[in-house]
Protein backbone atom coordinates (compact mmCIF):
# COMPACT_ATOMS: atom_id res chain seq x y z
CA UNK A 1 0.00 0.00 0.00
CA UNK A 2 1.28 3.81 -0.33
CA UNK A 3 2.33 5.86 2.00
CA UNK A 4 0.09 9.13 2.40
CA UNK A 5 1.66 11.80 0.93
CA UNK A 6 3.67 14.52 2.95
CA UNK A 7 1.89 17.97 3.87
CA UNK A 8 2.59 20.24 0.91
CA UNK A 9 5.48 22.76 1.13
CA UNK A 10 5.35 26.01 -1.01
CA UNK A 11 8.47 28.24 -1.71
CA UNK A 12 8.35 31.83 0.00
CA UNK A 13 7.68 34.30 -2.32
CA UNK A 14 10.82 35.83 -4.06
CA UNK A 15 10.90 40.21 -3.58
CA UNK A 16 10.69 41.72 -7.04
CA UNK A 17 14.18 43.44 -6.83
CA UNK A 18 15.54 40.31 -5.41
CA UNK A 19 14.32 37.74 -8.35
CA UNK A 20 16.26 40.65 -10.68
CA UNK A 21 19.31 40.10 -8.97
CA UNK A 22 18.58 36.54 -9.24
CA UNK A 23 18.01 36.64 -13.07
CA UNK A 24 21.19 38.92 -12.99
CA UNK A 25 23.51 36.68 -11.34
CA UNK A 26 22.09 33.30 -13.18
CA UNK A 27 22.40 34.82 -16.93
CA UNK A 28 25.87 36.36 -16.11
CA UNK A 29 27.13 32.88 -14.84
CA UNK A 30 25.43 31.33 -17.50
CA UNK A 31 27.22 33.67 -20.04
CA UNK A 32 30.80 33.26 -18.59
CA UNK A 33 30.43 29.01 -18.47
CA UNK A 34 29.47 28.92 -21.47
CA UNK A 35 32.09 31.15 -23.44
CA UNK A 36 34.85 29.57 -21.37
CA UNK A 37 33.58 25.92 -22.75
CA UNK A 38 33.09 27.13 -26.02
CA UNK A 39 37.10 27.92 -25.44
CA UNK A 40 37.68 24.40 -24.29
CA UNK A 41 36.35 23.16 -27.20
CA UNK A 42 38.01 24.97 -29.94
CA UNK A 43 39.32 22.73 -32.33
CA UNK A 44 43.16 22.35 -31.18
CA UNK A 45 41.96 22.89 -27.66
CA UNK A 46 39.50 20.15 -26.92
CA UNK A 47 40.25 16.54 -26.55
CA UNK A 48 39.28 14.21 -29.60
CA UNK A 49 39.48 11.42 -27.32
CA UNK A 50 36.23 12.74 -25.04
CA UNK A 51 34.51 13.70 -28.24
CA UNK A 52 31.16 11.77 -29.00
CA UNK A 53 30.64 9.67 -32.12
CA UNK A 54 27.97 11.68 -33.44
CA UNK A 55 24.98 13.54 -32.04
CA UNK A 56 21.45 13.72 -32.81
CA UNK A 57 17.97 15.38 -32.75
CA UNK A 58 14.86 13.73 -32.49
CA UNK A 59 11.84 14.97 -33.94
CA UNK A 60 9.87 15.05 -30.68
CA UNK A 61 11.65 17.61 -29.21
CA UNK A 62 13.42 19.59 -31.92
CA UNK A 63 15.01 21.86 -29.93
CA UNK A 64 17.64 19.45 -28.05
CA UNK A 65 20.67 18.05 -29.38
CA UNK A 66 21.88 14.69 -27.70
CA UNK A 67 25.45 12.94 -27.77
CA UNK A 68 26.15 9.40 -28.45
CA UNK A 69 29.25 7.69 -27.61
CA UNK A 70 29.40 4.20 -29.05
CA UNK A 71 32.38 2.05 -27.73
CA UNK A 72 35.44 2.06 -30.07
CA UNK A 73 35.81 -1.57 -29.99
CA UNK A 74 32.04 -2.09 -31.53
CA UNK A 75 31.22 -2.43 -35.11
CA UNK A 76 28.36 -3.20 -37.16
CA UNK A 77 27.44 -6.74 -36.61
CA UNK A 78 28.44 -6.90 -33.44
CA UNK A 79 25.63 -7.84 -30.76
CA UNK A 80 24.00 -4.62 -29.08
CA UNK A 81 24.89 -3.40 -26.04
CA UNK A 82 24.01 -1.85 -22.65
CA UNK A 83 22.58 1.40 -22.59
CA UNK A 84 23.37 3.89 -20.00
CA UNK A 85 21.44 7.34 -20.08
CA UNK A 86 23.35 10.28 -18.68
CA UNK A 87 21.81 13.87 -17.98
CA UNK A 88 24.43 16.58 -16.66
CA UNK A 89 24.02 18.91 -13.74
CA UNK A 90 24.06 22.54 -13.57
CA UNK A 91 21.25 23.63 -10.68
CA UNK A 92 18.65 22.88 -13.57
CA UNK A 93 20.21 26.29 -15.03
CA UNK A 94 23.07 26.13 -16.72
CA UNK A 95 25.53 23.61 -18.76
CA UNK A 96 25.32 21.21 -21.73
CA UNK A 97 25.79 18.14 -22.35
CA UNK A 98 29.15 18.66 -23.75
CA UNK A 99 30.29 19.10 -19.99
CA UNK A 100 30.09 14.78 -19.42
CA UNK A 101 31.75 14.12 -22.31
CA UNK A 102 34.84 12.92 -20.57
CA UNK A 103 32.91 10.91 -18.02
CA UNK A 104 30.73 9.62 -21.25
CA UNK A 105 33.49 8.63 -23.39
CA UNK A 106 35.19 6.98 -20.94
CA UNK A 107 32.34 5.28 -18.65
CA UNK A 108 31.64 3.92 -22.52
CA UNK A 109 34.72 2.48 -23.69
CA UNK A 110 36.10 1.12 -20.64
CA UNK A 111 33.08 -0.65 -20.17
CA UNK A 112 31.76 -1.80 -23.44
CA UNK A 113 28.00 0.13 -23.30
CA UNK A 114 26.58 3.06 -25.28
CA UNK A 115 26.44 6.29 -23.45
CA UNK A 116 23.58 8.57 -24.37
CA UNK A 117 23.88 12.33 -22.99
CA UNK A 118 20.56 14.29 -22.86
CA UNK A 119 20.04 17.59 -23.23
CA UNK A 120 17.09 19.16 -21.75
CA UNK A 121 15.58 22.61 -21.39
CA UNK A 122 17.03 24.67 -18.71
CA UNK A 123 15.48 27.02 -15.97
CA UNK A 124 14.41 29.88 -15.81
CA UNK A 125 13.45 29.97 -19.33
CA UNK A 126 11.95 26.65 -19.01
CA UNK A 127 10.56 25.50 -14.92
CA UNK A 128 9.30 23.05 -13.67
CA UNK A 129 7.65 20.42 -14.86
CA UNK A 130 8.90 20.85 -18.56
CA UNK A 131 12.38 19.51 -18.18
CA UNK A 132 10.73 16.43 -16.83
CA UNK A 133 8.56 16.16 -19.62
CA UNK A 134 11.10 16.96 -22.02
CA UNK A 135 13.77 14.09 -21.01
CA UNK A 136 10.45 11.31 -21.08
CA UNK A 137 9.88 12.12 -24.00
CA UNK A 138 13.99 12.03 -25.18
CA UNK A 139 14.09 8.80 -23.45
CA UNK A 140 11.43 7.31 -24.88
CA UNK A 141 12.43 8.25 -28.16
CA UNK A 142 16.28 6.77 -27.99
CA UNK A 143 14.61 3.45 -26.75
CA UNK A 144 12.54 3.62 -29.58
CA UNK A 145 15.40 4.50 -32.04
CA UNK A 146 16.23 0.99 -34.18
CA UNK A 147 19.66 3.09 -35.49
CA UNK A 148 21.28 2.52 -32.14
CA UNK A 149 23.01 -0.45 -31.44
CA UNK A 150 21.22 -0.97 -27.92
CA UNK A 151 20.08 -4.19 -26.07
CA UNK A 152 16.96 -2.27 -24.62
CA UNK A 153 16.23 -5.12 -21.69
CA UNK A 154 19.90 -3.57 -20.59
CA UNK A 155 18.74 -0.08 -19.31
CA UNK A 156 20.25 2.29 -16.97
CA UNK A 157 19.70 6.18 -16.69
CA UNK A 158 21.89 8.42 -13.96
CA UNK A 159 23.12 12.32 -13.56
CA UNK A 160 25.00 14.25 -11.50
CA UNK A 161 23.27 16.81 -9.29
CA UNK A 162 20.35 18.32 -10.62
CA UNK A 163 20.80 15.86 -13.16
CA UNK A 164 20.43 13.19 -10.72
CA UNK A 165 16.97 14.69 -9.55
CA UNK A 166 15.91 14.58 -13.17
CA UNK A 167 17.15 11.14 -13.46
CA UNK A 168 14.92 10.33 -10.09
CA UNK A 169 11.62 12.21 -11.55
CA UNK A 170 11.54 10.98 -15.08
CA UNK A 171 11.43 7.65 -14.27
CA UNK A 172 8.89 7.98 -12.12
CA UNK A 173 6.55 8.66 -15.22
CA UNK A 174 3.76 6.04 -16.62
CA UNK A 175 5.29 5.58 -19.59
CA UNK A 176 8.60 4.62 -18.21
CA UNK A 177 7.73 2.06 -16.04
CA UNK A 178 9.53 -1.05 -16.07
CA UNK A 179 11.69 0.24 -19.17
CA UNK A 180 14.28 1.11 -17.06
CA UNK A 181 16.44 -1.24 -14.78
CA UNK A 182 18.51 0.81 -13.39
CA UNK A 183 19.11 4.70 -11.82
CA UNK A 184 22.77 5.99 -10.55
CA UNK A 185 21.91 9.33 -8.71
CA UNK A 186 25.35 11.14 -8.60
CA UNK A 187 24.79 13.75 -5.14
CA UNK A 188 21.26 14.84 -5.87
CA UNK A 189 19.14 17.12 -4.68
CA UNK A 190 16.21 15.30 -3.50
CA UNK A 191 14.40 17.38 -1.04
CA UNK A 192 13.81 20.97 -1.90
CA UNK A 193 11.65 22.09 0.62
CA UNK A 194 14.69 21.36 2.78
CA UNK A 195 15.55 24.82 3.74
CA UNK A 196 19.90 25.90 3.41
CA UNK A 197 20.41 26.51 6.80
CA UNK A 198 18.82 23.16 7.85
CA UNK A 199 20.76 21.13 5.57
CA UNK A 200 23.62 23.23 5.97
CA UNK A 201 23.69 21.98 10.00
CA UNK A 202 23.68 18.27 8.86
CA UNK A 203 27.41 18.49 7.73
CA UNK A 204 30.35 17.20 9.85
CA UNK A 205 31.87 19.77 12.01
CA UNK A 206 35.20 20.13 9.98
CA UNK A 207 32.88 20.36 6.73
CA UNK A 208 34.37 23.89 5.82
CA UNK A 209 32.52 26.20 3.00
CA UNK A 210 29.86 24.40 0.99
CA UNK A 211 29.89 25.63 -2.63
CA UNK A 212 26.32 25.33 -3.13
CA UNK A 213 25.22 27.51 0.26
CA UNK A 214 25.10 30.77 -1.92
CA UNK A 215 23.36 29.34 -4.52
CA UNK A 216 20.93 26.79 -4.08
CA UNK A 217 17.87 29.19 -3.28
CA UNK A 218 18.35 30.77 -6.52
CA UNK A 219 18.96 27.64 -8.45
CA UNK A 220 15.57 26.36 -6.55
CA UNK A 221 13.75 29.71 -7.41
CA UNK A 222 14.35 29.34 -10.97
CA UNK A 223 12.83 25.92 -11.55
CA UNK A 224 10.15 26.08 -9.42
CA UNK A 225 7.41 28.66 -9.47
CA UNK A 226 5.68 30.22 -6.11
CA UNK A 227 2.94 27.26 -6.67
CA UNK A 228 5.06 24.20 -7.10
CA UNK A 229 4.54 22.08 -4.28
CA UNK A 230 7.77 21.45 -2.97
CA UNK A 231 7.56 18.14 -1.68
CA UNK A 232 5.71 16.57 -5.31
CA UNK A 233 7.77 13.46 -5.75
CA UNK A 234 8.84 14.44 -9.02
CA UNK A 235 10.47 17.50 -7.81
CA UNK A 236 12.01 16.09 -4.43
CA UNK A 237 12.36 12.82 -4.99
CA UNK A 238 13.16 11.74 -1.50
CA UNK A 239 8.93 11.77 -1.35
CA UNK A 240 8.55 8.89 -4.36
CA UNK A 241 7.04 5.68 -4.12
CA UNK A 242 9.82 3.06 -4.05
CA UNK A 243 7.67 0.99 -7.26
CA UNK A 244 7.52 3.97 -9.09
CA UNK A 245 11.46 3.63 -9.67
CA UNK A 246 13.73 1.75 -11.11
CA UNK A 247 14.49 -1.76 -9.34
CA UNK A 248 17.75 -1.16 -8.82
CA UNK A 249 19.45 2.13 -6.82
CA UNK A 250 22.64 3.76 -6.67
CA UNK A 251 22.95 6.47 -4.24
CA UNK A 252 25.97 8.26 -3.88
CA UNK A 253 26.57 11.52 -1.18
CA UNK A 254 29.49 13.52 -0.64
CA UNK A 255 30.16 13.61 3.02
CA UNK A 256 31.01 17.27 2.82
CA UNK A 257 27.49 18.18 0.95
CA UNK A 258 24.76 20.21 2.31
CA UNK A 259 22.92 17.41 -0.09
CA UNK A 260 24.19 14.31 1.56
CA UNK A 261 21.67 13.78 4.55
CA UNK A 262 18.98 13.80 2.33
CA UNK A 263 20.24 11.66 -0.14
CA UNK A 264 20.67 9.36 2.75
CA UNK A 265 17.86 9.49 4.03
CA UNK A 266 16.46 8.65 0.55
CA UNK A 267 18.68 5.42 -0.06
CA UNK A 268 17.41 4.40 3.82
CA UNK A 269 13.85 4.87 2.45
CA UNK A 270 13.59 3.20 -0.40
CA UNK A 271 16.12 0.35 0.91
CA UNK A 272 13.49 -0.47 3.62
CA UNK A 273 11.10 -1.95 0.98
CA UNK A 274 11.62 -5.66 1.08
CA UNK A 275 13.30 -8.53 3.47
CA UNK A 276 16.62 -8.34 2.71
CA UNK A 277 19.38 -7.78 5.63
CA UNK A 278 21.60 -4.61 5.00
CA UNK A 279 25.38 -5.59 3.75
CA UNK A 280 28.40 -3.62 4.14
CA UNK A 281 29.33 -0.53 6.22
CA UNK A 282 28.03 2.42 7.45
CA UNK A 283 29.46 4.70 4.20
CA UNK A 284 28.89 2.05 1.95
CA UNK A 285 26.15 -0.42 1.86
CA UNK A 286 23.56 -2.41 -0.21
CA UNK A 287 19.85 -3.50 0.59
CA UNK A 288 16.66 -4.67 -1.23
CA UNK A 289 18.45 -3.47 -4.58
CA UNK A 290 19.76 -0.21 -3.66
CA UNK A 291 23.33 0.54 -2.93
CA UNK A 292 24.47 3.67 -0.89
CA UNK A 293 27.75 4.97 -0.78
CA UNK A 294 28.85 8.67 0.75
CA UNK A 295 32.36 9.53 -0.33
CA UNK A 296 34.53 11.05 2.96
CA UNK A 297 36.05 13.99 3.20
CA UNK A 298 34.81 14.87 -0.27
CA UNK A 299 32.07 17.99 -1.64
CA UNK A 300 29.68 18.49 -4.38
CA UNK A 301 30.98 17.67 -7.77
CA UNK A 302 34.56 16.60 -6.19
CA UNK A 303 34.74 14.68 -9.22
CA UNK A 304 34.45 17.57 -11.45
CA UNK A 305 35.33 20.35 -9.31
CA UNK A 306 39.22 18.49 -9.00
CA UNK A 307 41.37 21.50 -7.65
CA UNK A 308 45.08 20.88 -7.78
CA UNK A 309 47.68 19.35 -6.32
CA UNK A 310 47.49 16.74 -3.81
CA UNK A 311 43.87 17.39 -3.67
CA UNK A 312 44.00 16.76 -6.94
CA UNK A 313 45.62 13.63 -6.85
CA UNK A 314 43.24 12.77 -4.17
CA UNK A 315 39.50 13.22 -6.00
CA UNK A 316 41.25 11.85 -9.09
CA UNK A 317 41.58 8.43 -7.29
CA UNK A 318 38.09 8.68 -5.44
CA UNK A 319 36.18 9.54 -8.85
CA UNK A 320 37.83 6.49 -10.54
CA UNK A 321 37.27 4.36 -7.92
CA UNK A 322 33.41 5.88 -7.39
CA UNK A 323 32.82 5.24 -11.60
CA UNK A 324 34.73 1.90 -11.29
CA UNK A 325 32.02 0.48 -8.21
CA UNK A 326 29.12 2.12 -10.38
CA UNK A 327 30.17 -0.47 -13.39
CA UNK A 328 30.93 -3.33 -10.90
CA UNK A 329 27.30 -2.73 -9.43
CA UNK A 330 25.39 -2.00 -12.75
CA UNK A 331 26.87 -5.31 -14.48
CA UNK A 332 26.35 -7.57 -11.61
CA UNK A 333 22.76 -6.24 -11.00
CA UNK A 334 21.23 -4.61 -13.72
CA UNK A 335 23.29 -5.56 -16.95
CA UNK A 336 22.70 -9.30 -16.94
Not at 7 to 24: A, D, I
Not at 54 to 64: E, G, N, R
Not at 148 to 157: A, E, G, R, S, Y
Not at 311 to 336: C, D, H, P, Q, T
Amino acid sequence: MASQPPEPVFGTPVPFFTRLVYLGQLYLTKFAIKVVFRIINLPGIRNKAHQPTFTKVYPIQPSLRHRIFVPKQWKHGDAPLPLYLDIHGGGFVMLEPWVDDAFCANFCNENKLVVVSLDYPLAPASRYPKAVHALVDVVKAVLGDESLPIDTKKVTIGGFSAGANLSLACTQDPSLQGKIGGLVAYYPPCDISTPVKVAMATRPANAGKDILESSADRFNWAYCTDDINLRDPQVSPKYAERAKLPPKLYIVGCDFDLLCRDSEIMAEKFASVGNSKRTGTDDCWERNGVKWERILGEQHAFDFVLGSGEIMARRMKRRAEMYASVAEFLFREVYI
